[in-house]
């Protein structure tokens, strides 16, 4: 009996050994060895730590790029129930009821365990890419009532042993996408797609064009992402993922951009319950959208530069912060720093960065900074296209005595009542209140420079 068990013990005692020599290794590390680093780590700390913070950060940008007027953005935000369109029809109602019993993955809310299942199918699409029509084509219907049980009911499936064909993996994808019970991308999201889809270039008259701007659709996807739940969030990526994939081996499996994007566009996007008459002009926008989310899939879920610089800032600090002036509005609290970093670094369209290896600034200094930062503010909206936002933007600077910008670079224009309180009502509370509370507080008041 020793002489049987003898052998296992050496096993045994061979991955002790093993086990040992990694976790107890001292060695230290090689000083030429790349460090390994996430450049959305301070993006994602400030996501967790600071929430408030975080979203009132991504929300300023948003509406710097897409005008929301303000009931889009309270829907946005989640302070009124989004608006959308709603079925006119009888039937897609009735068939709605007749869906069959939910499990904890189909028609289920979504959740961590319901994607874990579903990644099975992901996965094993992406290993059939090649299939024709994939997609398109409608799987068995009585493997699919099979493989459907199996998930429901949270089993581990090996879909290589044939028993499936991919075109049935593919078939309940949708399926499981159209039974969630809200869309992938959420109601509250529904009128900021409609408006990202409509950015586009101006003309040197500053009309716009039909030419899309890609870059800030790109930016205001990056951004609207943000706002997301983390179980959207994360199968939206998985999902783009190997949509953008099944795209770029349409030379075999003819299924491009658009036609995935057709496929799709109903299942996490639509209004719950809605057939096409019901989306009226909007059915060609909400395809192009989807379509361009599967053509620049692999962009949309990093975080702007500027939103990273920005939470860097919030927790590393910089010495531009550190003068006099930013210690006052800082109050040595850690919630004051947000406001300071909106104030002080630059936006997106400026792009200055604080050196953090510079010497600490003085109050001068600071004082100088901010007033070149509000020049070109101004000067930048001053620039901007003829537009209802420009005009509220130009009454923000006017609103405050110290602050009005000199008459000759002024831009004429008629009064009208508010659409929006999101930009203008940041701006105002970031930027200029908090350069009049540091005036007020210093005795000095200031003007807004020329931008001559």
């Known amino acids: 009996m020793t002489t049987k068990t003898e052998p296992q013990n050496n096993h045994r005692l061979d991955r002790r050994e093993t086990n040992c020599s990694v976790l107890f290794n001292h060695e230290k590390p090689n000083a030429n060895q790349p460090v390994i680093f996430n450049p959305d780590f301070f993006v994602e700390r400030l996501r967790h730590e600071h929430p408030q913070a975080f979203t009132d950060l991504v929300l300023s940008n948003i509406t710097r790029l897409i005008d929301l007027p303000g009931d889009e953005f309270a829907q946005l935000t989640g302070e009124l129930e989004p608006r959308v369109p709603s079925s006119s029809g009888f039937l897609r109602s009735f068939n709605f009821l007749k869906r069959k019993e939910k499990g904890i993955v189909f028609g289920a809310p979504l959740t961590e365990e319901g994607i874990a299942q579903i990644y099975q199918l992901i996965e094993y699409l992406h290993k059939n890419l090649h299939v024709e029509g994939l997609f398109r084509v409608p799987g068995h219907s009585l493997r699919q009532a099979a493989l459907r049980e199996m998930l429901n009911a949270g089993t581990e499936i090996d879909l290589e042993t044939g028993d499936f064909h991919p075109n049935d993996a593919a078939t ?182 604080p050196d953090e290896t510079s010497s600490p600034c003085s109050a001068k200094t600071s004082k100088t900074y901010t007033e070149s930062a509000l020049r070109e503010l101004y000067q930048q909206v001053n620039n901007m296209p003829e537009s209802a936002k420009k005009k509220k933007l130009i009454r923000q600077f006017e609103k405050q005595p110290m602050m009005t910008p000199p008459a000759d670079s002024r831009t004429p224009f008629i009064r009208r009542h508010w659409r929006s309180r999101s930009l203008g009502g940041i701006i105002k509370r970031k930027v200029l209140g908090s350069q009049i509370l540091t005036e007020k507080e210093n005795g000095t008041p200031q003007r807004l420079p020329s931008s001559s």
């Open 172 to 353: 309940l994808l949708k399926a499981y996408l159209g039974e969630l019970p809200e869309p992938l991308l959420t109601h509250r999201h529904y009128q900021a797609h409609l408006k990202i889809g409509e950015l586009t270039y101006f003309d040197d008259k500053g009309e716009k064009t039909d030419m899309p701007d890609k870059e800030r659709q790109i930016e205001a996807f990056q951004l609207l992402f943000m706002l997301l739940p983390a179980a959207n969030r994360s199968l939206l990526k998985l999902l783009l993922d190997l949509l953008h994939h099944t795209a770029r081996n349409q030379h075999v499996n003819k299924m491009s951009a658009i036609n995935l994007a057709t496929m799709f566009a109903p299942h996490i996007i639509w209004p719950k319950n809605v057939m096409t008459s019901d989306l009226q002009g909007s059915l060609e926008k909400l395809n192009n959208g989807i379509a361009f989310l599967i053509r620049h899939s692999q962009k949309l879920f990093k975080a702007p530069v500027y939103m990273k610089e920005y939470a860097r800032l919030y927790f590393t600090g910089s010495k531009t912060l550190k003068s006099s002036d930013d210690s006052t509005l800082c109050s040595g609290t850690r919630d004051g720093p947000l406001d300071v970093i909106t104030a002080e670094v630059s936006p997106p369209s400026m792009k200055t960065v």
